[in-house]
């Protein structure tokens, strides 16, 4: 099974894959956990180009250098984890692309799906976990964490955007889970940690 978790920034996508990879662990659930951009060798040296806030990318180089990680994380990791047959639990995929480029950036949505399914070879997650929860709240929440953990801003270019551009990301990845709602379910991001986990479980088929 191929799961991805997806969301506006801060929206708790690593705090839930931290208890889910918990709770899989638990069932014996033989499993890879991963992530965009930066789930393989490619991915990571693309990693601080796309995320540090001196980098000044023009907005197709950004799509493709997104693509490009996840072209290979695709092939070089996520395939051959599902031919052996274990799942896939990775945070953020081709949702985010249409999300930020496509709905924040401007880009043409359609076009972005199609470009998608080249880079991945029409691979798409069996399941998509859509942590929902208002901009202004999970900015926050990211901006205490960095504060707490004395992050600096380096990984913060896309926190950096005005609330305009992630209120549209937030809308695209709704309109995302409406246009294919057998493949997503939005679970209310705002529930404490434990609550949303249960609906996480809920969401794929496991018991409480
Ligand atoms: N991007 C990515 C694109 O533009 N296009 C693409 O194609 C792709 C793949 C990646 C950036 O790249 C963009 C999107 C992103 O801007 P990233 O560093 O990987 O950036 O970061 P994000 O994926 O955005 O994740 P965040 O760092 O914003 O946060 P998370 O993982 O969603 O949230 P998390 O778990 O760290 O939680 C944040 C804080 O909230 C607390 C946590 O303790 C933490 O302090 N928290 C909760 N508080 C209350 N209730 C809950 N339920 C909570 N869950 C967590």
């Known amino acids: 099974m191929f799961i991805t978790v997806e969301g506006v920034e801060g929206a708790g996508k690593s705090t839930l894959m931290n208890m889910l990879a918990q709770s899989f662990e638990t069932r014996g659930i033989v499993f890879l956990r991963t992530r965009e951009p930066g789930g393989c ?3 990571a040296s693309l990693r601080p180009l796309l995320l540090d806030v001196s980098s000044s990318l023009d907005s197709r180089a950004e799509l493709f250098l997104f ?3 996840r072209a290979q994380h695709v092939a070089e990791t996520i395939r051959p984890a599902l031919l052996r047959g274990d799942w896939v639990l990775c945070d953020r995929y081709a949702d985010s692309t249409i999300a930020y480029q496509g709905y924040g950036r401007g880009m043409d949505t359609d076009r972005l799906q199609e470009l998608n399914d080249y880079a991945t070879g029409g691979l798409w997650p ?3 976990l859509l942590l929902d929860l208002p901009v202004e709240t999970g900015l926050a929440r990211a901006l205490a964490r960095n504060g707490r953990e004395g992050l600096t801003q380096s990984e913060g270019r ?3 955007e005005e609330l305009a551009f992630h209120q549209r990301i937030r ?3 709704l309109a995302r889970a409406a246009r294919w709602p057998e493949r997503f379910r939005v679970l209310d991001a705002t529930l ?3 609550a949303l986990l249960r609906q996480a479980l809920t969401a794929l088929g496991l018991s409480c």
């Open 192 to 194: 404490e940690p434990e």
């Open 67 to 69: 693509l490009a990680d």
């Open 158 to 160: 896309f926190e950096a």
């Open 41 to 43: 060798d490619l991915g």
């Open 171 to 173: 809308e695209g990845f």
């Open 126 to 128: 069996d399941r998509t």
